[in-house]
């Protein structure tokens, strides 16, 4: 059995890769791959975890576990989606790390089906976009500066938690992509998550788009591809990126500037730091990076 466990991270998803799967269950399920609801799994794995802190799950624990989560009487790949996996957003950069309790957690996460092919789906974000959406998430409980306290945004590095990862589990598998790239990636990753073959259709698979062009940029572009078939990734990226050139909603790719001491200035020298953080990453043994 395969277990997939995608873990957000914060601010890069808000659930639409998992909501778009569960648009197409049945279709999933007939490729063995489970995906049912969060309210049906999320609390159930976040106690479990909780009360064996990365003890092994014994097998009647585990077959409860299942019961629990799936509707099907067997699967072969089961996949869990949820940003708070590792933790709460306002600890997401506690000790001037990204996700410092990374390590452990996963292992903790594996725990639950030790015996199962284990894989870890995580989206990356410039810490530049990255911080100031995490503090939006964290603006009713403290002031900017408290959020930031004891954290210098110049020290993040994700290579850090990736390889953390790799450490902690190197026979689980790594999937790991840029949030800035989802755009044009967006069906490469889902078909990646849940197995599906090059030839499936995908229901929803303009619904991320949707989110960032106008209505009238989405119409044009699905009645461009129903004309203009598409038969490789990279055609499909070259058309997402005309449309998104003319049709993207300023709002949706605009970097929040209103946070004291946070300007252009700072953004610039975030995304050259992330940047050569990128090649770093893609030098990690064994970490599948999906890029454009």
């Known amino acids: 059995m395969q277990v997939v466990y995608h873990l957000g991270a914060h601010c890069t998803d808000d659930d639409k ?11 999933l399920a007939g490729i063995g791959t489970m995906v049912s609801g969060p309210g049906r799994y999320r609390r159930v794995l976040r106690e479990a975890t909780n009360a064996l802190k990365g003890q092994p799950a014994s097998v009647e624990l585990q077959e409860d576990l299942l019961a ?8 072969e790949r089961l996949v869990f989606s949820n940003e708070q996996f590792i933790c709460a957003a306002r600890s997401a950069l506690s000790d001037n790390q990204i ?26 974000a410039n810490p530049a ?4 959406d995490l503090f939006a998430r964290c603006r009713e409980e403290e002031d900017f500066a408290g959020f930031l306290a004891g954290v210098t945004p110049a020290d993040l590095r994700w290579s850090d938690t990736l390889a953390a990862i790799r450490a902690a589990l190197p026979e689980a598998r790594l999937v ?5 790239d989802t755009p044009l990636i967006w069906p490469d990753i889902l078909r990646d998550m849940a197995a599906m073959p ?12 949707a989110t960032i062009m106008s209505d009238e940029g989405v119409q044009r572009m699905e009645s461009y591809l129903a004309t203009h078939p598409i038969k490789t990734s990279q055609q499909r990226q070259r058309v997402v990126t005309a449309f998104l050139d003319k049709y ?8 929040e500037m209103d946070l004291p001491g946070w300007n252009e200035a700072t953004v610039e020298a975030l995304t050259a730091l992330y940047i050569e953080d990128l090649e770093r990453i893609r030098m990690i043994e064994g970490i599948t990076f999906i890029e454009p």
């Open 17 to 27: 890769l998992f909501r778009c799967l569960l648009k197409n269950k049945g279709e």
């Open 99 to 124: 996700y410092p309790q990374m390590s452990e957690k996963v292992q903790w996460i594996r725990n639950l089906f030790p015996e199962a092919d284990t894989e870890f789906h995580i989206a990356i």
């Open 129 to 132: 976009t990255f911080i100031p």
């Open 176 to 180: 790991a992509w840029c949030n800035e």
């Open 198 to 209: 090059a030839t499936m259709p995908i229901a929803g698979e303009n619904d991320f788009l």
């Open 248 to 255: 993207a909603r300023p709002e949706a790719v605009e970097v």
């Open 68 to 75: 629990a989560v799936m509707d099907e009487d067997h699967a």
